[in-house]
């Protein structure tokens, strides 16, 4: 089956990613308001019943801020792991009880025709995952809070034909910038954020012909510019030789407005 990804929202301000065959569609984070969902959706003519859960990578606002309303508006299902939902089920979250759903770490589920795996990364949240995701012979991984590429997390990274992977900043733009100290140390550590070099480094080690679609994600709206995040990109793979034969399609996940749609053809 043909499976259809478009990036809703990317970045330190909200998350949302869907993804879809022809009958059903999930999301993974919901980072953005439920309006804003909807809408998106809409323009692309998927319609909120479509949607069968949404999966939830942690606790960070910029990946929860519409559950609450999807949950209780649309009852859509919404999934992670036991540890998650106990930072994220607050007094004051008002989640519909009916949609919570507990899913163990690295045992595949299947939800929407989809066989789903969360696996865990580094980054300072309560517990954070990733998602691998498969259908047929199509593997899609999203990893986009991590501080670095955890032995555990690295094996679904290199699978994916598909890969979101966050990069956050751009080092200069970060030292130079006017974060303070404990925060700048706090996205730069092994439990932060990403930066663009991290990525590129680890992109040109695991590069190869099955892995058809990179997104780079998560940028910085403070520390980072797409041009920044390419250019790096660029550069690392010329310095370690590697000549992007065409086989790659490379694209930086905008902010706030929706990525063309990437469809994977079984
Ligand atoms: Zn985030
Ligand atoms: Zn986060």
Redesign the pocket.
Same mark, same amino acid.
């Given at each position: 089956m043909n499976v259809n990804f478009c990036s809703l929202s990317s970045g330190s301000s909200g998350n949302c990613y869907y993804l879809g065959n022809e009958f059903h569609g999930i999301l993974i984070d919901a980072g953005i308001s439920a309006t804003s969902i909807r809408k998106f959706l809409k323009d692309m003519d998927i319609t909120m019943q479509t949607i069968m859960g949404v999966l939830i990578t @942690?606790n @960070?606002i =910029? @990946?929860i801020r519409g559950l609450e309303i999807l949950t209780r508006k649309n009852s859509i299902p919404a999934f992670t792991t036991h540890k998650i939902w106990e930072s994220i089920l607050t007094p004051q979250r008002k989640i519909s009880r009916d949609c919570i759903r507990e899913i163990p770490l690295q045992q595949k589920f299947h939800l929407a025709g989809f066989d789903i795996e969360a696996f865990p990364v580094c @980054? =300072?949240?309560p517990e954070?995952v990733g998602f691998h995701i498969c259908s047929g012979e199509k593997k899609i991984t999203i990893a986009t =809070?991590l501080g670095h590429i955890c032995q555990t997390a690295a094996p679904y990274i290199k699978e994916a034909n598909l890969l979101v992977i966050e990069s956050n900043y751009d080092e200069q733009m970060l030292v130079n910038g006017s974060y303070p100290h404990y925060l700048k140390a706090r996205i730069h550590s092994d439990h932060g954020h990403l930066g663009n070099h991290q990525t590129s480094v680890f992109l040109a080690d695991i590069i190869n012909d099955s892995l058809s679609h990179i997104c780079l994600a998560h940028l910085s709206k403070n520390n980072n510019t797409p041009e920044k995040a390419l250019q790096t990109l660029h550069q690392t793979f010329s310095e370690k030789g590697i000549n992007l034969n065409g086989q790659q399609i490379i694209s930086i996940l905008n902010r706030h407005i929706p990525s063309e749609i990437i469809r994977l053809v079984e």
């Open positions: @942690h @960070h =910029d @990946h @980054h =300072d949240a954070t =809070d």
